[in-house]
């Protein structure tokens, strides 16, 4: 299968571990995965994928607001409506769960089917999370 991950970290700091973590269990089952950056990337090639994972981080501790490149780079993916995905965020504080349903909502807005959601703790989590999409 053809996956992207979308990473949409607090700040442009690159591609987290967990996220890379992520990405290799996904390929020790086969598939084919390509990691996209949300701050440097833009999402025109979303719609070539068959199945979309957004790995995100809140970026502020207490109102759980999504970093403001996530859903430009999901509205700049036209046809992403009823494109089959997953959501992951990265716990960062205490209000993790308000910051995940801001997660859904956005990927929600474009019209994308979230089948999986998860929290991710760590990079070893973020691994073995990967070795079981498609499973």
Known sequence: MRIAIVSATARKTGIPDYVKALQKGMEAMGHR?????????????????????VCAES????????????????????????????????????????????????MEKEGMMVNWSDIILSATQSEALGKRIGA
């Open 33 to 53: 995965v390509d990691v996209i950056d949300a701050w440097t990337e833009d999402g025109f090639r979303l719609p070539g994928y068959e199945y979309i994972v």
């Open 59 to 106: 970026i502020s501790l207490f109102g759980g607001k999504m970093p403001e490149a996530l859903p430009k780079i999901l509205a700049t993916g036209s046809g992403l409506s009823g494109k089959k995905s997953a959501a992951f965020l990265k716990k960062t504080g205490p209000f993790t769960g308000r910051a995940f349903s801001n997660l859904m909502k956005t």
